[in-house]
Nanobody, 119 residues
């Protein structure tokens, strides 16, 4: 059973940076595309960033492009989200998700980590 555990969330000021981590266990990590999603207060969960199983393709939501960077370390079975120039609209619960290379959607989720940005 694949398990994802996020960490690194917290409360920061606008303009600060934060790095989220997602530890993966129980699966063939190198066969999974990984993504970060977030759910702002009172809103639906939304896509933030994704990285392919091979690590050579990344994608970002327009709202974070140029500010956030997703990366993966297959040896450590970790996924990271570097977040720079944070603003209050980035306040949300951030979730790590996994998508096996044969799937069309993300089906494995972590429990989430809260990020709060104060202006």
């Amino acid at each position: 059973q694949m398990e994802l555990v996020e960490s690194g969330g917290g409360s920061v000021q606008a303009g600060d940076s934060l790095t989220l981590s997602c530890r993966v266990s129980g699966g063939f990590f190198s066969n999974y595309g990984m993504g970060w999603f977030r759910q702002p207060p009172g809103k639906e969960r939304e896509f933030v960033a994704g990285i392919s199983w091979s690590g050579d393709v990344t994608g970002y939501a327009d709202s974070v492009k140029g500010r956030f960077t997703i990366s993966r370390d297959d040896a450590k079975e970790m996924v990271y989200l570097q977040m720079n120039s944070l603003n209050s609209e980035d306040t949300a619960v951030y979730y790590c998700g996994a998508k096996w290379r044969g799937w069309t959607d993300y089906r494995v989720w972590g429990q989430g980590t809260q990020v709060t940005v104060s202006s």
